[in-house]
Nanobody
């Protein structure tokens, strides 16, 4: 059964950093577009970032996280490096995988077929 597992969340003071991890069971992330989404309390899930498949250059970021977040891939894992965190970054973060080695990045949840269980990020005021 294909599955994503995301981890690395926690509580951090404003201005701090966290690195979220995303791993796959029963399939290789190398051949999938990876997306990160987040959901703040009482709000809809929103797209944060995405990376095209391994070997196919291209990544995108939401304006709210541009220049602070970096999506990375290494040895079959995906990561979201989050720097200069702000209280408004608080939420549950999900990694997701979109089929198609040559697919473009996508910022809508419906484009992704596999999802992690979510990892909580808290940045208190």
């Amino acid at each position: 059964q294909p599955q994503l597992v995301d981890s690395g969340g926690g509580s951090v003071q404003p201005g701090g950093s966290l690195r979220l991890s995303c791993g796959a069971h029963a399939f290789s992330l190398d051949y999938y577009v990876i997306g990160w989404f987040r959901q703040a309390p009482g709000k809809a899930r929103e797209w944060v970032s995405c990376s095209r498949s391994e070997g196919t250059p291209g990544s995108s970021y939401a304006d709210s996280v541009k220049d602070r977040y970096t999506i990375l891939r290494d040895k079959g894992m995906a990561y979201l490096q989050m720097n200069t965190l702000k209280p408004e970054d608080t939420g549950i973060y999900y990694c997701a995988a979109r089929r198609g080695m040559y697919s473009a990045c996508a910022d809508t949840a419906e484009e992704y077929v596999y999802w992690g269980q979510g990892t909580q990020v808290a940045v208190p005021f």
